[in-house]
């Protein structure tokens, strides 16, 4: 990345799917985009939770917020829940899906993040999504 090499490391890059607007658009006609954000102060672990989510949201909280992240944020699922989705891959999903539940975000020696993906037993929330519009399945934050 040609920004990378000038300015250095970034210190937050985000990629994300979100609207229509943008002009960059994936294989499978949705839309994204990639941000690299140079903070004057250093990021530190704990305070990655306060601007970036990995998890299914409180639907009591914000009903809205839940939602939208249960209709286009949480992957799959795939695996054993559905062995016939597209990610699949000799049996396998392609994209690394269930990530593994951590109750800290946690930074890596390479500087990518482990964002925290809490179970229900340390106050991470489930919904229930239908799987090919029929079986209703329970997912947690590994999705």
């Known amino acids: 990345m040609t920004y990378v090499r000038k300015f250095v490391r970034p210190d937050l890059f985000i990629t994300f799917t979100c ?23 250093k990021i530190q672990p704990d305070e990655i939770d306060k601007i970036i989510s990995a998890e299914i949201s409180n639907k009591d909280r914000d009903p809205i ?22 990610c699949m891959n000799n049996g396998k999903c392609s994209k690394k899906y269930p ?12 500087g990518y993040p482990t964002y925290r993906r809490r179970s229900s037993d340390d106050g991470g929330y489930t919904a229930i999504l239908k799987v090919r519009g029929q079986t209703e399945i329970v997912v947690d934050n590994r999705w």
């Open 65 to 86: 917020l839940n939602e939208i992240v249960c209709k286009n944020m949480i992957h799959g699922p795939c695996g054993k829940l559905n062995i016939r989705s597209p």
């Open 19 to 41: 609207n229509p607007e943008y002009v960059e658009w994936q294989k499978r006609d949705l839309p994204h985009c990639h941000i690299l954000l140079w903070l004057q102060t």
């Open 99 to 110: 990530h593994k539940l951590v109750k800290d975000t946690q930074t890596g020696d390479d």
